[in-house]
């Protein structure tokens, strides 16, 4: 057998489904293979390449977006994108069914939003694909920091959106943290934010998409985001036997 061990940059969750389930169902055992999952020891903020170098243990990393361009860009380390399963990411913005939802209730896509609130739980950096899909719609934006410079832009009263910190739930969503600001929009993933503001009951009902609040991918603005793209080490890839071993793996 040949071992074969994959960092991902998030805790164990329905992401990456795919992968637990082919160790639970044999696949890479049929394949001789012994792969090993490593989830990210975070527990809210994915793992960033800036903090820990995700090939240090591990022949091949699953990264954020964030990473990614640390990685291609500011690092320059010679990594290869070798597989990207998702055609499409999970993320979603999120509008508050609690906070001012007049604000936001007939929202259909970024292009709908105005002088909101819109929360981020990697703030101040804000992905470079949330922001190309304001620019798409025209929309105004301030207080983030850009991930590759770290210069950060303050608001001047009259933007269309103000970032705002949030923590990795949906309580600023909720109006109900005792840490940040509540929030008129959030970014989500549709299989976890959404799904737990569909099953928290206020008193006793609970809310319905698409009538209490709304929920808007980037489709409509042609931003894409890379997301669970599969990376390995150009010079471990160089080695003819582990492109078996990564051929066999995928």
């Not at 600023?172 to 009951?201: I, K, N, R």
Request: net charge negative; hydrophobic share 40%; glycine share 6%.
């Amino acid at each position: 057998y040949t071992d074969f061990s994959l960092q991902l940059r998030w805790l164990m969750s329905a992401q990456f489904a795919g992968f637990y389930a082919a160790l639970e169902l044999g696949f890479w055992s049929n394949e001789c293979l012994n792969v090993m999952i490593n989830p990210s020891a975070s527990t809210c903020e994915p793992e960033r390449t800036s903090d820990v170098d995700p090939l240090q243990n591990a022949d091949a990393f699953i990264p954020d977006y964030l990473s990614f361009l640390y990685v291609a860009v500011m690092d320059n380390r010679k990594v290869t994108h070798v597989s990207q399963h998702f055609r499409r990411s999970g993320r979603t913005a999120i509008t508050s069914p609690v906070f001012e939802p007049e604000k936001t209730r007939d929202a259909r896509g970024v292009k709908d939003l105005h002088h909101v609130k819109f929360g981020s739980p990697s703030w101040p950096r804000v992905p470079a694909v949330a922001r190309a899909a304001l620019e798409f719609g025209n929309m105004t934006y301030c207080s983030y920091a850009d991930p590759l410079t770290a210069e950060y832009f303050t608001c001047n009263g009259d933007e269309d959106i103000e970032f705002q910190p949030i923590g990795c739930s949906i309580q600023e969503l909720m109006a109900d943290s005792e840490t940040f600001e509540p929030v008129h929009v959030m970014g989500g993933m549709c299989y976890d934010h959404v799904a737990q503001l569909l099953s928290t009951p206020v008193d006793g009902v609970l809310f319905n998409e698409g009538v209490d609040f709304q929920t808007f991918g980037l489709a409509d603005t042609k931003a894409l985001t890379m997301e669970d793209g599969i990376m390995v080490n150009r010079t471990w890839l160089s080695d003819i036997s582990n492109e078996f071993t990564l051929v066999k793996f995928l």
